[in-house]
C-alpha cells in the first residue's frame, strides 16, 4: 500500500543535504509551509540556495534560517516586506547573495522545471537590468530574453487536504506557488491541513496530483494569522 | 514660471478618472498604491474583472472587518472578497495570463515615464541594494494596454514624463496612459499627447511643469 | 453584465476569417467540441490550418472539414484513426500539408502560446526526424531542441459546465485539450453541456477561467457515442 | 543453424514478466499493445499508479460492460476505470508528468532496439506517408526507465535487437530493458545482457536469433 504520509517531523525532513536548492512555496502567509521551513531550521541543512517569493519577515521562518548563516544565496522577486531587516543586514554585509527575478520570471522557471523545458524565451525583463547578460532573439517581430528552468532538490509545500497517495488541494489563494513547486522538485514535502482518505478528492477537483508528492505531514494549524 | 491658479485632482480623482475609462468586460490588474483605488470607483454593476498576480480572478471590495476569509489575499496582501463567478489558479497560470497577453489592461504607479512609452517604476538607482520587482515587468511587458497613474511631478518638482527615463526600466515602450494630478495624457507616435487638464490649469502650465514635449491630439 | 454566451451557431463561428489557424481540443471523441466543428463546416471559412490530435476520422467533423477541401494543413500527432480514409486520400493527392508534432511537444506548444512563451527547449524529438532543421542545444550534458508556440486564431473547446462570464469546467477525460487550446487562442469558442449561473462553480474547482474564454453556445448532447 | 527444443514465451508471459518486475508505489505508463496487458497481471493490492496520456493518473481495470463511464478513456481510446485517489489533468500536465521526468517507467512496444538503447517504434520507413507518433517520443525521452516488450524477431526471422536500428529512431539511448517471446535483457553499457531465457533455449540459440552481440551478466 502506498502511504506518503510520515509521522514526524524528523522524518519529513531526512536526507535534505547541505548544499540543496529549496523551492519554497506561499505567498504572504498563505499558503506558506511554516512548520516544514521550521523543520529544515531544525534539521540542519546548510549552505542552500533558497527560491521563494520573497526573503523573509521578522526573525522567524525563512528570515531565522538566513539569520542562523544556512542561507547561501536567496533567489526571489520581492526582497522587501514589513520587516526586512534580516535579510537586509545579510545582504549589506555581503553575506549572502541574492538572484532577483522578476516573479513571472520566477514562476514560470519552476513551471518548466517540473515539465522537462530547460531553458524559454519570454519578453519579461527585455530591455531593463534582467536582460544583461542574457541571450536575446527576436521571434515575430518582438525581443525575447532566454530564461532557464529552476530545479528544487526540495521544495516545500503546504496544502489544505492531503490523502495517502499525495493528492492535494488547496484553499483559495493558498494555491500560489504550492502546484508548481512540486512540479519542479526532486524531494516534495507537503505540510497539509487535513489528512483525507483516498478517493475523498474528486478525480476532476485534485489540483496537484501524487505523482509530484513524496512526503505528507499533518499540521492542522486552523487560518493563518496575518502577514 | 509664473503660476496662474488651477487645482490639482486628488488621488481619489485620479483613481476616479482612470475607473470611468475602463469599459465593462475588461480584465484589469491593478498596481499597488493608486492604482489599487481604481476599483473603488468602478461601479460593481459595470462588470469588470480584476486580477491580482497570486492567483486571484474576480476580486472584489475589501472585506467587512468581521466577514474576513484569512485565505484570500491580494497581490498587496490585502484581504479581499472574490465575487461570484470569480476563480483561482497557480502562480504559472496566472502569470501566463499576464505574460500570454491576456490582461485588457494594468494600471501601475511609475516613478518615470518616457514619451516612447518606457516605464521606470521599481528602483531609483543602478545601485539599489536589494531592488524588489515583484510582478511589475511581466505586467508591464505582458497586458494589452499599460496606464499609469502617479504625479505629475516629484515633492521637489521634477517632472516625471521624461525623454529619457534616468531610473532602471521596468519595460520599453509599453505605456499607453498616464493619469497625473495634472493631467490625462496619451502616449503616441509622437510623444505625449494631452488629452485633458486640472481646472484651472493651462498647456502651457503644464509644459513648464514637464520635461518631456507635450502635444495636443490631432 | 458581461454575457458571453451566445444564443446560435452563427453568432457562435460569426467572423472566422479564410487562412485561419484553428486549435481543435478533444481526445478521442471525448471531450471533442463536435457541434462546433460543424458550425466552422458550415460558416465556410475554408484555408485553414487545423492543429489537433488526429487528422479526422469517417466523413464527419474535421474529416469532413478536410473533405470539402477547407483545410490547406493539419498539424497533429496521430493522423492514423480507425477509418482515416479522407486524410489519406488528401495527403497522398499532395492536396493537404502534414506537420507530424509529437503529442507532448504539441501540447506544450499551446500552452506556450497561451503563457506568453515564443519558443522552448525540448529534449522530445532529439535524434530523430522531428529534430532535422530545429536548432540543437546542449544544456546541463543534455541535447534539446526548440520549439515554437503554436497559437491559434480560433479555437474549439468542449466544456462539461460554462457560466456567463466562461468559466469552465470538464468532466473526467473531456479534459485533455481543451484548456490550453482556449489560452492559446484569441477568440475561444466554447460549446458546454452545461450552462450554469454565476457563481455556481466554486472557485476553487474552475478548470478554465473566463479570460481564456470569448463564446460560450449551449449544446447539451449528453454522453459522447463512441470513436 | 539447428534448434533445440524449446517454448518461447506467449504474449500474457510477456506482459506478466513485466509486471512482475513493477514494484509498488510506481508511476508507470503503458504503451498499446502487450503493454497495456501488462496492467492485468499487476495485483490490484500491489500499488502501481497507471498513467495515460489524455491527462489520466491512477487507470483500474477495464470497466464492466453495464459500467462504462463514457467519459473516462485512455491513450489507445478504450474505456478504463479511475481507481480511488485517481485525477485527472490537462494535456499539457499530463505530458509535463511524462517530459519532466516524473514516470518510474513507460513500456513500449517496438519494431526494433539498438545494444546502446535506441529505440524505433512508429516508422517503418524514412518515406512513411503520414506516420503517426502520438507520445511515443516523449515517452521514450521522458520516463526515467524505458522497457520495451516486443517479440524478438520479425515474422520472417529477422532480429528486432539489433547493433543499429534502420528504422527511424523514436528516442536515442533510453531502452533499459527488453522483455521479449524469447528472453528478458537488459541495456547495459556493454550492450544487451541476456537475464533470462525462454525454457529450453541456450544462449547460443538466442544468439543465432539475435543481430546484436549479447552478454552474460558480469
Same mark, same amino acid.
Given at each position: 500500500m502506498i502511504d506518503k504520509t510520515v509521522q514526524s517531523m524528523a522524518d519529513a525532513m531526512a536526507g535534505i543535504k547541505d548544499g540543496s536548492t529549496v523551492l519554497l512555496a506561499g505567498f504572504g502567509s498563505v499558503g506558506q509551509p511554516n512548520a516544514l521551513i521550521d523543520g529544515l531550521i531544525e534539521q540542519g541543512a546548510k549552505d542552500l540556495?533558497?527560491?521563494?517569493?520573497?526573503?523573509?519577515?521578522?526573525?522567524?521562518?525563512?528570515? *531565522?534560517?538566513?539569520?542562523?548563516? *544556512?542561507? *547561501?544565496?536567496?533567489?526571489?522577486?520581492?526582497p522587501?516586506?514589513?520587516?526586512?531587516?534580516?535579510?537586509?543586514?545579510?545582504?549589506?554585509?555581503?553575506?549572502?547573495?541574492?538572484e532577483i527575478v522578476p516573479q513571472g520570471t520566477i514562476a514560470e522557471r519552476i513551471r518548466a522545471a517540473g515539465a522537462g523545458v530547460p531553458a524559454f524565451f519570454t519578453a519579461t525583463g527585455v530591455g531593463t537590468k534582467m536582460a544583461v547578460g542574457k541571450e536575446h532573439r527576436e521571434i515575430d517581430g518582438r525581443t525575447y530574453i532566454l530564461e532557464n528552468a529552476l530545479y528544487g532538490d526540495v521544495?516545500?509545500?503546504?496544502?489544505?487536504?492531503?490523502?495517502?497517495?499525495?493528492?492535494?488541494? #488547496?484553499?483559495?489563494?493558498?494555491?500560489?506557488?504550492?502546484? $508548481?513547486?512540486?512540479?519542479?522538485?526532486?524531494?516534495?514535502?507537503?505540510?497539509?491541513?487535513?489528512?483525507?482518505?483516498?478517493?475523498?478528492?474528486h478525480p476532476d477537483h485534485v489540483h496537484t496530483p501524487g505523482i509530484f508528492v513524496d512526503r505528507v505531514l499533518h499540521i492542522p494549524y486552523g487560518d493563518p494569522g496575518g502577514f | 514660471?509664473?503660476?496662474?491658479?488651477?487645482?490639482?485632482?486628488?488621488?481619489?480623482?485620479?483613481?476616479q478618472r482612470a475607473a470611468a475609462?475602463?469599459?465593462?468586460?475588461? #480584465?484589469?490588474?491593478?498596481?499597488?498604491?493608486?492604482?489599487?483605488?481604481v476599483a473603488d470607483h468602478v461601479p460593481l454593476?459595470?462588470?469588470?474583472?480584476?486580477?491580482?498576480?497570486?492567483?486571484?480572478?474576480?476580486?472584489?471590495?475589501?472585506?467587512?472587518?468581521?466577514?474576513?476569509?484569512?485565505?484570500? $489575499?491580494?497581490?498587496?496582501?490585502?484581504?479581499?472578497?472574490l465575487r461570484q463567478g470569480g476563480s483561482i489558479c497557480?502562480?504559472?497560470?496566472?502569470?501566463?495570463?499576464?505574460?500570454?497577453?491576456?490582461?485588457?489592461?494594468?494600471?501601475?504607479?511609475?516613478?518615470?515615464?518616457?514619451?516612447?512609452?518606457?516605464?521606470?517604476?521599481?528602483?531609483?538607482?543602478?545601485?539599489d541594494t536589494a531592488p524588489a520587482v515583484g510582478g511589475a515587468m511581466d505586467l508591464a511587458a505582458g497586458a494589452k494596454r499599460l496606464?499609469? $497613474?502617479?504625479?505629475?511631478?516629484?515633492?521637489?518638482?521634477?517632472?516625471?514624463l521624461v525623454n529619457k527615463c534616468s531610473y532602471p526600466l521596468t519595460a520599453e515602450s509599453c505605456v499607453k496612459r498616464v493619469y497625473t494630478n495634472l493631467a490625462t495624457l496619451d502616449v503616441t507616435d509622437r510623444g505625449f499627447v494631452v488629452l485633458g487638464m486640472a481646472p484651472g490649469l493651462t498647456l502651457e502650465n503644464l509644459q513648464a511643469r514637464t520635461d518631456a514635449k507635450l502635444h495636443l491630439p490631432a
Open positions: 540556495t533558497v527560491a521563494a517569493n520573497n526573503a523573509g519577515s521578522g526573525h522567524v521562518g525563512l528570515a *531565522r534560517l538566513m539569520e542562523l548563516g *544556512r542561507v *547561501r544565496k536567496i533567489v526571489c522577486s520581492f522587501r516586506s514589513s520587516d526586512p531587516v534580516v535579510f537586509e543586514t545579510l545582504y549589506r554585509a555581503g553575506k549572502i547573495e541574492l521544495g516545500l509545500v503546504e496544502a489544505w487536504e492531503a490523502d495517502r497517495w499525495g493528492n492535494l488541494t #488547496y484553499k483559495l489563494a493558498g494555491r500560489n506557488f504550492n502546484p $508548481i513547486v512540486a512540479m519542479a522538485s526532486k524531494l516534495t514535502i507537503v505540510q497539509t491541513q487535513h489528512v483525507v482518505g483516498l478517493g475523498d478528492i | 514660471m509664473s503660476d496662474s491658479a488651477f487645482t490639482p485632482f486628488n488621488r481619489v480623482q485620479m483613481a475609462d475602463i469599459p465593462e468586460g475588461w #480584465y484589469v490588474n491593478l498596481g499597488i498604491g493608486i492604482p489599487t483605488l454593476d459595470r462588470e469588470v474583472i480584476f486580477h491580482s498576480e497570486n492567483g486571484i480572478l474576480g476580486m472584489g471590495p475589501a472585506p467587512a472587518k468581521d466577514a474576513i476569509e484569512p485565505w484570500l $489575499i491580494n497581490a498587496g496582501k490585502q484581504y479581499i472578497t497557480h502562480h504559472a497560470d496566472s502569470f501566463a495570463m499576464i505574460r500570454g497577453g491576456h490582461l485588457d489592461l494594468c494600471v501601475l504607479g511609475a516613478f518615470q515615464v518616457a514619451d516612447n512609452g518606457d516605464i521606470a517604476n521599481w528602483a531609483t538607482s543602478e545601485n496606464w499609469v $497613474i502617479m504625479d505629475h511631478t516629484t515633492k521637489d518638482g521634477t517632472s516625471k
